[in-house]
């Protein structure tokens, strides 16, 4: 009989914590959404804010469900919770603008993250498109957007969209989600600080 060679598991990567253990649960349909939740804890996600010209004025909202799909088509998608307040206004939206917020920009992550107030209202600095959705004006990366999709998934709505156009400001480091908090990457891996 042959048996399969024995080998030693490879040493984990130097710097971060050993793996933990598989989490027992008990729902046969997989993880509860507190065991979820605490996983994608770990995962480091970039910050965006989504605005568009709702029937009432503009509309905004805080996202780390940013992902890119495609290149050609340029798509890119997000997930909304279908219980939010911008639900409905993004559900009736033939087009967004995607904001991609910089380190330094928690407070405005944290405006567009909170209800019953006015977003859009100062210190926010924002202008409107001749297409009519609202841009934040400090951000180092705006895309314009139609929507292509809006799929039902869980209690969320995977929304796709089509860049129609990108605007480019300074190279700045990215606004991170990560472990309950905003965060950036290293100092020595950010443009905008000098490292000669």
């Known amino acids: ?69 495609s290149l050609t088509p340029p798509l890119l998608s997000f997930a909304l919770a279908t219980a939010s307040s911008c639900w409905p206004s993004f559900q009736g939206a033939g087009s967004f603008v995607v904001n991609l917020l ?10 567009f993250a909170t209800r019953g107030v006015d977003r859009f209202a100062a210190p926010t600095r924002w202008t409107r498109l001749p297409t009519g959705e609202p841009v934040l004006d400090d951000v180092p990366v705006s895309l314009r957007c139609t929507v292509e999709h809006r799929i039902p998934v869980g209690d969320h709505h995977l929304v796709v969209g089509r860049v129609l156009a990108v605007t480019t400001r300074a190279a700045t480091a990215p606004l991170l989600y990560w472990d309950g908090a905003y965060t950036t990457v290293p100092e020595e891996r950010r443009p905008d600080v000098d490292h000669g």
Not at 102 to 111: I, S
């Open 1 to 69: 009989m042959i048996r399969p060679a024995m080998t030693t598991p490879a040493p984990y990567r130097a710097g971060l914590p050993e793996p933990v253990a598989a989490v027992p649960t008990t729902d046969p349909t997989g993880v509860d959404s507190g065991t979820f939740r605490r996983a994608f804890r770990r995962h480091a996600a970039g910050v965006a804010v989504l605005t568009l010209a709702g029937p009432g004025g503009p509309v905004g909202v805080t996202v780390t469900s940013l992902a890119s799909l």
């Open 102 to 111: 910089a380190a330094g920009q928690e407070d405005l992550a944290g405006r």
